[in-house]
Antibody
């Protein structure tokens, strides 16, 4: 069955770089896009960026200058790297599969990230 | 950027009630709208896509309607397990989510 699972450090210091991994199973990264979505505690969802099935990427303009998404298809993994972290970047980070129409049909469990010294 | 506005932000209802949640887009998104349910401590779950298509495995008491800029999620008979926050999402241009409607039992 389709599964996505995020992993990464729970605590990052201000000004440092966040590195997260989304490991997928049950589908191929060359057939489906994968998105990264952030959620501040108790708040709404914020789309961050997308790894397309052809390897191209798209980013929310709010993050463009400090966000990078990449992948390793042999390991079924999608990576998020975001630099210059601030306390406002604290939240839960999800990866999600893009469904046939652009909606997100499967989500990972999320990984909570705290930015603090 | 397309903005999504949900109303109300908080809704209290009783078991068995018919419940309606609203979502308004800042421009025409045709039917490129999804609804998600998020229970406390869990990831969002897709309920409705393309404005009115029920995702596999979702109970038929959930339904979606609308097109253009105005959309509705309806729960025909509220159940205790429906307590959650509901988000709408447009995917016509990029992706943006509404602020959510928190649904609680009266």
């Amino acid at each position: 069955q389709v599964q996505l699972k995020e992993s990464g450090p729970g605590l990052v210091q201000p000004s440092q770089t966040l590195s997260l991994t989304c490991t997928v199973s049950g589908f191929s990264l060359t057939s489906y896009s994968v998105h990264w979505v952030r959620q501040h505690s108790g708040k709404s969802l914020e789309w961050m960026g997308r790894m397309w099935s052809d390897g191209d990427t798209s980013y929310n303009s709010a993050f463009t200058s400090r966000l990078s998404i990449s992948r390793d298809t042999s390991k079924s993994q999608v990576f998020l790297k975001m630099n210059s972290l601030q306390t406002e970047d604290t939240g839960t980070y999800y990866c999600a599969r893009n469904g046939p129409g652009g909606y997100f049909d499967y989500w990972g469990q999320g990984v909570m990230v705290t930015v603090s010294s | 950027d397309i903005q999504m506005t949900q109303s109300p932000s908080l809704l209290s209802a009783s078991v068995g009630d018919r419940v309606t949640l609203n979502c308004k887009a800042s421009q025409n998104i045709y039917k490129n709208l999804a609804w998600y349910q998020q229970k406390l401590g869990e990831a969002p779950k897709l309920l409705i896509y393309n404005a009115n298509s029920l995702q596999t495995g979702i109970p038929s008491r959930f339904s979606g309607s609308g097109s253009g800029t105005d959309f509705t999620l309806t729960i025909s008979s509220l159940q205790p397990e429906d307590v959650a926050t509901y988000f709408c999402q447009q995917y016509y241009s990029g992706s943006t989510f509404g602020a959510g409607t928190k649904l609680e039992l009266k």
